[in-house]
């Protein structure tokens, strides 16, 4: 009566440092590397027959191992992941899918050739799927915290018998986003296009006159993909994290916009994708963990 | 040469405490709920017009409001959740799809009628999406633990050149387990389902005899569809927490599969999806949020 | 100019897990174990001499070692921490104090002999110092969720200037608490004496009629210290975690300390000792990351 | 039988954002303020009298028209928490003393004067504490990870009977660290002073040649004080973050101390405190919740 439906299995959170002793100075990168395999489970899940099924710890070993195997190209996430992702379908049969998902932790260099400080203003993503044909490389970033002090305004709003909120022409606006973009070729210096993508981020939050914390997303989307022709879709997750005018007048003193109590929970939840007009389908490209 | 794809808009993690005082003894439901909307917000997006937008201020107003608005509703986060969905949709114009989401967190009445003791043991939850003809609900639960002292097997894997693991006749396994079902009726008494799902979690796994974790999940999922029929699909999402016997022979000390290094990272991960034969497709039933 | 003051060093955190596979059914223990040792430092951190160091690798070791080595005495956090204090004070030649403590996670059993699953009410907590005379146990809870419906007023406070809050005499009130308490006699049943402790805590707090938070506190400490003879001292922190009312009357609709927000931050901070009238000093007892 | 020992109460965790507009560009400093007092509690406590109990709802009140009344002092943790203690010892007749502690989010200006984005590199903290006549300010950091590919060594360890540790000429040592630094003078540039203090840490704990964790701690802590003739105590907890060699020598793949498991627990714990030859007794500086 029941049937198996989509499956998938894999080791997560393999959490690989590499350090590229080569280099003067040291150059290291800082991985957390989740596998995912899918392809011909039938058995495992019906009968508990592991005949198909690669054990889980050595695709924890795979990951460590090509960490360095895989030579210059462990230095991105998108290149080391499409590396790892074609090896699972290529060379292990019973697999048809995998998908290989990174955070990336930066680190900047101290005053000597081989200290780090870690850089804690974002995390780097990078998913890779690989169907035996195609090669999906989506790149990204998470919590990544902006706030703005004025050029927000958000009025003319609809109205229903819930609706106390005031009307206002100046306004404080933070976020903690989370995007990802989707490329169409891999020919791509993977470390510049992140960085050409997140400073785009950046100053668009920061630059934009905003009316509407939508109008602000889909204009930091329309910049990312205006800065780098081979990006065709863009998604993004960005809480309105409100800061709240703390009334002082009970006291005897005047807060100008000035004041603001930061409230954790609930806050406002803005999702949107933006896409170039000839944009292919994304298949398989977006990491289903995004929140939509 | 930008344009708007999915996008939608809500208010996150509304944290609801209703207390019901006509009853002798109290009762309580704690809740956490997220609103989702979409339709209609292009001018929002594109032009910073926010006539289409219902302020996610109000969507917070709402879901307090009909905490005691929706009466009885309210006791459970499926019914809850199908009187704000369909509010959402059906009295806010351009809203042509309303997604509401729940953590539930269980309390046990302590030694008084007055006092309740918070159960930690899993979290209910519940995603209720509604498009204004059809209303999907989906229950479920996350951060169930559960451990094994015996009953499970694990050899006659694949092997490849990155294959070291060593079978097993008798391990532990241990999880955190994340689940969703979807009902294809609303005519079921949601406390009631939501204990018979967990009890057959439970059950299940904890009796399984397991020649794999996928075949113990394929099982445990069979059990919830088994026990009631309007379930027409279960997803799963199973860490396989691993549990190392920590060699104790170096010290001359003699360890029979009794003591263990719980490690943290990395841990398999096994999903898998288990469908009624018959079983409709789900449309947009299941929170993406799942990590598939 | 520089000298040296306090120091300590150890291996935290060790997750171990052990199995009674001679019970039937089986019993387990899951413990974070977390050392610090101190005594005869000064050549590792003036000179870099590591001689006078046991590695933190090697009370790893112990500490997994000792979860079969020291056989019943495991069972409990507290007998299993006195037998590792008292091994590295008297075993390791500089060492002159130890200090273990524990996080105790426990689980209930399922439905079977070998199935267990975790029990998040809270989590267990112990700390056992030792100087090579005198061995201070420590027994403890942490994150224990408990929460009133009635029963507490709060009112005829203090007033000053930045005063707003209404008094009440009826509220909610809610907290996550976290308690040590010290025991001068090692005679102790220690699996019982916590679940008395524990339950004196659950029982107090919920039956306790409150003027004041505080005097719930104190009440709740001499209650565990009536429970049993040799607790001499009992400290506590306990967040106020407010749950405020929502105002429905903008929507015509009627609140009667029914429909709540429980807010995260900020949160009104109690903590208090309470100890036996003629309670000796605790010196080393408590661990000091408690809050003051 | 019971008595009341040390108690303290008060408002913790409120988040303060304050925008500073008659800048240009604009500034903003983001503090989450714990406030603790203690004095005159025993009717609260013993008879649930609230008469010199000044409610946190006030303390709150406070805390936020400082954020305005204060001026310029707000700007930084230290002189902001200085107001604010002096404040309620001598304002509010009970209270004997006043803890007020502080963590601050940096932020950098993004590319235009109204933009800002959050800098994760570490959290700024500040204990201020008064008891109607000294006043202690302690400055600090936390979560300020740091990683050395070299200049490490670990060996001539102390050998019991749980030793397998291997000697190393040549590791990757991480933290991620957290610390406190007394200051004997409030005649002090505070922003100023916590630059210097970090970079110096940074500074050390990168150039450092290592002979063990210890070692270089000890040589943090004199760098800081070296520095600023005021500080006279300087407190450090540090986690050593192991990075374990991955084995590739199993595949046939040379791993040249460059492929590393970056494991999460357990962990190393070293604990230094490091006092000027001349420094007075720290009474009530440090705020207790360090770990030892």
Redesign the interface.
Known sequence: ?????????????????????DSDP?E?V?Y?V?V?LWGG?EA???????????????????V??Y???AGDAVRQPESFGIALARHFVA??E?VTHARVKFEMYP?TR???P?????????VRTATITYDGTTTWVVSGVK?????????SE????????????KPTRDR?VAT?LTAQWWHTSEDVDWGKSHETAVQAI??T???HY???H??T??EV??AV??GQPQIA?F?ITA??LH?FD?D?A??G?????????????????????????DAPDPGLAFD?????
Chains 1, 2, 3, 4 share one sequence.
């Open positions: 009566m029941a049937k198996l439906g989509h499956n998938q299995y894999g080791k997560a959170e393999n959490r690989v440092v590499r350090v590229f002793r040291h290291i800082d957390n989740s995912a489970q495992a899940h019906l009968e508990g027959d592991n005949s198909p099924t690669l054990p889980t710890d050595s695709q924890k070993n795979t460590y191992s960490a360095k195997e060379d292990i019973p680190w101290g005053n000597n081989h200290a780090f400080v870690r850089d804690g203003r974002f919590a990544l915290s902006i706030l703005k002090t004025s050029d958000y009025h003319s709003f609809l109205q229903d018998k819930y609706t106390t909120l404080v903690s950046i100053d939050y920061g630059n905003s009316l509407a939508q109008q997303l889909f989307g329309a993909l205006n879709e998604r809480p309105n800061h703390y002082l009970r006291f003193v005047e807060n100008n916009n000035e004041v603001f109590h930061a409230d954790d929970r609930p806050y406002g939840l803005q999702e949107c994708t933006v896409q170039r007009d289903p963990g995004q929140g939509w």
